[in-house]
């Protein structure tokens, strides 16, 4: 079967609130390296990517282009482009740089580019891996949108506002989604075209974009434990252990 373009649009304009401290966590470094820089090596050494977007915020792109893509050889990265407020403004960007031609750039290239997948992920989950982002690919091809995550250890309970626990659904159908979440270009772009319109409230992922609008429903695909995003301090020291562990 021939081989889809695939854009991989990487995510690092967040800021990091939870997180606390004076750099946003996507630059932090763990073992000397910014975090952002350990995704980004992923999607660059792997075979199905063929480019890359990366959305930073308006303050840090000559720090990005100089310290991370130059520093690490990241020849794959075509945009540093400037993210927005919330998350789903900066894929939604993202979906219209990947549109967007470039000066010079082959119509074909740019067709192909537009027909092809695009694997959003989180710029703060440094523990992607070649094999996840293939098996990601094998799914696409087949469903056209697919979520990488990891079936949950714990109970999870769903509770009222007033911290009431009203339910505890099956644990063998609850899965905890972690990104790259893939899609089909055309699919993705029409969904959060329309999305867009709406009210945008409560959107934590893409997946519930392409379903919301487009009546799609996304597979689950295995990622890994170690796939964790670094969202709270602790979580640094859990990245640490996994570096040493896995690289
Ligand atoms: N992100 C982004 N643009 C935003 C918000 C988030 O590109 N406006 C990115 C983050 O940089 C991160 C990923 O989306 O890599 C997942 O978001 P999250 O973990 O929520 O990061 P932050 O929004 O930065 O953190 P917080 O919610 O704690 O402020
Ligand atoms: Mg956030």
């Not at 714990?154 to 790259?180: C, F, Y």
């Amino acid at each position: 079967m021939e081989k889809k373009y695939c854009t991989a649009v990487v995510l690092a304009a967040g800021k990091g609130s939870r997180m606390g401290g004076n750099t946003a966590k996507q630059y932090m470094e763990i073992g000397g390296k910014p975090l952002v820089a350990y995704a980004l090596e992923v999607f660059e050494a792997s075979p199905v990517i063929d480019e890359i977007i990366l959305m930073t915020d308006a303050g840090h792109m000559e720090y990005v282009q100089t310290e991370i893509v130059e520093a690490y050889g990241l020849k794959k990265v075509s945009t540093i482009g400037a993210g927005g407020g919330e998350r789903y403004e900066s894929v939604w960007k993202a979906l219209c740089t990947l549109m967007d031609r470039e000066e010079g750039e082959k119509e074909s290239v740019v067709r192909e580019r537009q027909d092809g997948y695009v694997f959003i992920h989180d710029g703060a989950r440094p523990f992607v891996t070649g094999e996840i982002i293939e098996r990601a690919y094998r799914a696409v091809c087949k469903c056209n949108a697919c979520v990488v995550g990891m079936p949950v250890k714990d109970t999870i309970k769903l509770v009222n506002r007033e911290g009431m626990i009203e339910s505890s659904p099956d644990r063998s159908m609850v899965w905890q989604a972690q990104t790259p979440q893939v899609f089909s270009v055309p699919l993705i772009v029409e969904a959060f075209t329309r999305q867009m319109r709406e009210d945008c409230t409560g959107i934590t992922d893409d997946a519930m974009v392409v379903e919301a609008q487009m009546g799609v429903k996304a597979h689950m695909v295995m990622g890994s434990y170690a796939n964790i995003k670094i969202t709270t301090p602790e979580d640094l020291f859990m990245a640490e252990v996994l570096r040493n562990s896995i690289i």
